[in-house]
């Protein structure tokens, strides 16, 4: 079966195999690291099924195992066809060592899998491995008599990557480093990376050395490379609480005191001590499995009371914020309520006055019981029927603010053309404006233009009243002209006063509620402070906006609404 060419040492096991030639630092070094290390692989891919790391670290465990026992089936294997064969086979194992650890790596750093195309780029430099495995690019000249084989430029490659892998891990961790802003976060990256960069380095120097040097013993400094590896796994494993320390030390501890009695059989003489030995054993044996069972159902215990906890802070955290939250609605509302019975108070004061007076018997004004009336009393009626207009007209803005908070406004969208609206309600204000000595008037920017909208037609005739009204209350002297305009994909009307202009200041907060800029409780002292906010909260229900431009005061003002256009399907 093996070729007649022997390497050094004898065919003493199996007829092929010699566990004498090999340095024994190999099997104290190599063996036990290799069982710890898939004693902890498989610890994680069991504890954690679906977690990519756990599925990494099993992985990469895996193949540090293979490419470990390669190199002790390369020291002890004598005929040298075989020696070649696990020669041959290193790069299968060692290749994806570093490509494993980039791989890990970024999935710890950022908390989510690779893009396809990373897994794409990692599989292009993994290619040459397989398809170059059995060829001269590999193995060039084999040392029969040494059995020391000349690499090719696969080995070369492999150390490439090996050395890139490093940088890649230590600058992509660097950069999220630098951005992370947990502490916590940033020690996890620290520690991952010092350490899976450390094992990386020495075990890719020692592989590089040892190479370079022909000096094969230079690769048993990969155990150091292996130590920092566990240290790695230990320190994942209790940053993930993927395996409770305290367990594996209680199930570490049973184990030896199981295999220390068990070994005694080895060396017993008489029978009464292996019955001794053996009901040590049993005795043992159980105890040993009740501390495991009750560590077990301890850190069960702990962990359902470290859930309940964590879910009680979350439940209190969410108390406290919704507690702030009625605090402020406690104090809107308290604020709401004194400013709405102040605005009712006023005009409601000037009704009642003027009524005592009348009914009274106010010579100057009226004389109910005789049924007459003075041209001053009619006056009196007239300023009466303003404010009960004003009234009604605050007690509408209120019942609208309070629909719109509560989320009950609703709106009957229907087709119609807003150019012939503005028009009809600039109409419906020329009285006023004549009176007050100012010009109304509406231009169209673009004349052919449709100027159908899709929109609740009473809200929007709303909105525009209030704006122009607005500025009439608002203009002393000059004039307002309201513009339509069709734009690519909105219709604009806009409203422009010669009036008393508004501050960049009180600009910011025009449209909020109950807000007034200063100078305008000085033209018109009756203002809510509502109208704007109900009319933006319109405009936004239909996805336009409404907006106000002023240069300062003094200087007039504009106020702007866009509609948008609908789309027709
Ligand atoms: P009200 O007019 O009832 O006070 P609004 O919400 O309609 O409430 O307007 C809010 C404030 O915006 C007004 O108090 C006024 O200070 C300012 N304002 C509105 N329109 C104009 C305008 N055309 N020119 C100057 N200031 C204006």
Redesign the pocket.
């Known amino acids: 079966m093996f070729s007649n060419y022997y390497c050094p040492g004898n065919l003493s096991v199996l007829g092929a195999f010699d566990f004498s030639y090999a340095p024994t630092l190999i099997f104290y070094a190599y063996i036990p690291i290799i069982l710890v290390s898939i004693f902890f692989g498989l610890l994680l891919i069991f504890r954690d099924k679906f977690s990519i790391q756990g599925k990494l670290i099993f992985l990469l465990s895996l193949f540090f195992s293979f490419w470990n026992l390669n190199v002790i089936a390369e020291w002890i294997t004598v005929p040298v066809n075989l020696n070649h064969f696990f020669w041959q086979l290193t790069m299968l194992f060692e290749m994806p060592i570093p490509l494993l650890a980039i791989y890990l790596t970024l999935v710890f750093i950022y908390k989510k899998d690779i893009s396809s195309k990373l897994k794409i780029l990692l599989t292009i430099f993994f290619l040459p491995v397989p398809l170059l495995l059995a060829t001269v690019y590999n193995i060039g000249v084999f040392d029969v008599q040494n059995c020391q084989p000349a690499v090719g430029w696969l080995t070369y490659y492999v150390y490439a990557i090996e050395i890139f892998s490093i940088l890649w891990i230590v600058i992509a961790a660097y950069r999220k480093y630098q951005i992370e802003s947990s502490p916590s976060e940033k020690k996890q990256i620290l520690l991952m990376v010092s350490g899976i960069s450390l094992f990386l380095l020495t075990f890719s120097l020692s592989n590089i050395l040892g190479e370079w040097t022909q000096f094969y013993q230079i690769n048993l400094i990969g155990p150091i490379g292996m130590v920092v590896f566990l240290a790695l796994m230990t320190y994942l494993i209790v940053k993930f609480k993927t395996f409770n320390i305290k367990l594996i030390g209680t199930q570490a501890l049973v184990w030896a005191l199981i295999i220390l009695i068990g070994s005694e059989f080895f060396f017993i003489q008489t029978n009464v001590n292996r019955i001794l030995t053996a009901v040590t054993l049993v005795i043992s044996a159980w105890m040993g499995l009740i501390i495991v069972r009750s560590v077990k159902k301890e850190i069960e215990a702990r962990e359902i009371i470290e859930g309940m906890a964590k879910k009680l802070e979350g439940v209190n955290t969410e108390l406290e914020g919704a507690n702030a939250k009625l605090k402020v609605l406690d104090q809107q509302k308290s604020e709401f309520v004194s400013i709405a019975s102040h605005q009712l108070r006023s005009p409601l004061t000037v009704i009642k006055g003027y009524l005592s007076m009348m009914i009274e018997g106010e010579p100057e004004l009226a004389d109910l019981k005789a049924g007459t009336i003075t041209p001053k009393g009619v006056e009196v009626m007239n300023t009466m029927f303003q404010s009960t207009n004003r009234l009604a007209h605050i007690i509408e803005d209120f019942l609208n603010v309070s629909r719109i908070e509560q989320g009950k406004m609703k709106y009957e969208m229907s087709d119609f053309d807003i150019r012939q609206m503005a028009r009809e309600v600039v109409g419906e204000f020329q009285a006023e404006v004549g009176e007050r000595k100012l010009t109304l008037i509406c231009t169209d920017k673009s004349p052919n233009a449709s100027y159908m909208v899709y929109a609740d037609a009473g809200k929007l005739r709303q909105v525009i009243g ?1 704006i122009i009204d ?2 009439i ?3 002393p002297q000059g004039g307002i002209t309201v513009y339509l305009e069709r734009l690519a994909d909105s219709t604009r009307l806009s409203v422009k ?1 010669t ?4 501050s960049a200041e ?1 600009l910011k907060n ?1 449209f909020q509620k109950f ?3 200063s ?2 409780g000085k033209v ?1 002292v009756t ?7 109900v009319a933006v909260e319109i405009m936004k229900a239909h996805k336009g906006k409404l907006w106000a431009e002023s240069d300062g005061e003094g200087k007039g ?1 504009t ?1 702007v609404i866009e509609l948008p256009i609908k789309k027709r399907n």
């Open positions: 209030n607005n500025s209350k608002y203009t006063d009036g008393i202009g508004i009180n025009l807000s007034r800029a100078n305008g018109n203002g809510s402070g509502l109208g704007l906010f003002s106020f």
